[in-house]
């Protein structure tokens, strides 16, 4: 019982200090809902889907965006947490200072050669962003601009297949479901 507590204990400490570095921003999508929320899904599509019960894997889903996104240094997140954690966290961040069309270039390129659990959490975050894009996207991205969205994102998310059948199939039902909706709201 005991490091189930410690385990539960250690991943609220992740989500407190995603709340708190994250705390005054917010999603791009139409209802600009608080960040945080993006990070609670990640983490809890791969804990109810995926059945990964691996606190830093857990942890690096909540804090996946900290340094790319925030002031979060690696040095931060391993005093906090651990050197693994940190070591996924860098796994999956973007080097802003790059292009975007580079960074997007990168990520297809990277993926199959993330850690296993870099890469199970990026499919999950790649879910959360087809979801958003799909039914909340960003009142300035023109309906080219989405479905370009997801075709990039299957293009990602095809070089981290092999890695956990139940959220890669999420995914896939994911996209299905984006590619619907889009094909029915091409205006």
Known sequence: ???????????????????????????????????????????????????????ATLQAAILHDTIEDTQTTGEEIEARFDAEVRRLVEE????????????KRLQIEHAPDLSLKARVIKIADKISNVRDVTHFPPAHWPHPRRCEYLDWAEEVVAGLRGTNPAVEGLFDLTLREGRRILAGSSS
């Open 1 to 55: 019982m005991q490091a189930t507590n410690n385990s539960l204990t250690s991943l609220l400490r992740a989500l407190h200090f995603a709340a708190d570095k994250h705390r005054d921003q917010r999603r791009k999508g139409c209802d600009a809902c608080p960040y945080i929320n993006h990070l609670i899904e990640v983490a809890e599509i791969l804990s109810r889907v995926g059945g990964i019960e691996d606190l």
């Open 92 to 103: 999956l961040t973007d080097d802003k200072r790059l292009p975007k069309a580079e960074r």
